[in-house]
């Protein structure tokens, strides 16, 4: 099991999380955001509050929301593989494991280059020494840097036209913020099988996404085919 990290007393040292899982039994690799994504001020241990899965069950209404959190990654993997995925399979880790400070408590959180290469060395270690069936990237701005940093195999003109409308726009970057210069330019990816080293490499919505709204109907098709895909190579792994 990754071990957690050490907590600061300094306001300015900028705490981190640590990756969840044991890399000599998972199967899965998800790939989330940043620890907070969005206006949270909430620390996790673990990427999504992993370690709430461990031990009691919470009581308090602030650690049960932790709690449902974990819980709803479990559940969107078994639903993805349509089958139960058991904990241990799960290697769960963002690309960006700091806890990036918010800007005018607005908007979703911009992963700055650098903060993403570093994230990359630290995933592409974890796969080196793992042995993964499939890697399930959730978001845009993940995959969007993966893409860029030359994460994935293909270098299609699907691709291509994704990483320029997934391009975070100027105006939001200086102000620490994530927006895309392009509309909607998940729906070009999401659900669709790329590869990193030869591995599945199938970009999907983030959990808090899921279950799909009617907001978010149009991805519902490409949700599906994401199913499609985490299931077979899901069921692969489980039946070697």
Not at 104 to 126: F, M, R, W, Y
Not at 207 to 220: D, F, M, N
């Amino acid at each position: 099991m990754a071990q957690g990290s050490k907590q600061h007393n300094d306001p300015n040292v900028m705490q981190k999380v640590e990756p969840y899982g044991d890399l000599s039994t998972a199967t899965v690799l998800i790939i989330g955001h940043d620890p907070r994504l969005q206006r949270s001020k909430a620390e996790a241990k673990y990427p999504f509050f992993f370690e709430t899965l461990i031990g009691p069950k919470p009581t308090s209404a602030s650690e049960r929301r932790k709690y449902e959190l974990a819980q709803a990654v479990c559940e969107y993997i078994n639903w993805l593989a349509d089958c139960r995925v058991p904990l241990k399979e799960l290697y769960v880790t963002n690309l960006c494991n700091e806890f990036l400070p918010h800007v005018n408590n607005s908007g979703t959180v911009l992963i700055p280059d650098d903060k993403a290469e570093q994230g990359l060395v630290e995933i592409e270690q974890a796969i080196a020494e793992g042995h993964f069936s499939v890697i399930l990237p959730m978001a845009v701005q993940t995959f969007y840097h993966l893409c860029r940093l030359g994460f994935v195999d293909e270098q299609t003109d699907v691709l291509k036209r994704f990483v320029a409308a997934a391009r975070p726009r100027a105006s939001k970057v200086r102000q620490g913020v994530y927006v895309s210069t392009g509309v909607a330019p998940f729906l070009t990816v999401c659900g669709q099988r790329f590869h990193h080293r030869g591995i599945p490499v199938i970009p999907v919505l983030h959990v808090k996404q899921w279950p799909l709204k009617s907001s978010a109907a149009r991805y519902a098709e490409p949700m599906e085919r994401a199913r499609q895909e985490v299931r077979a190579f899901v069921g692969q792994a489980q039946t070697a």
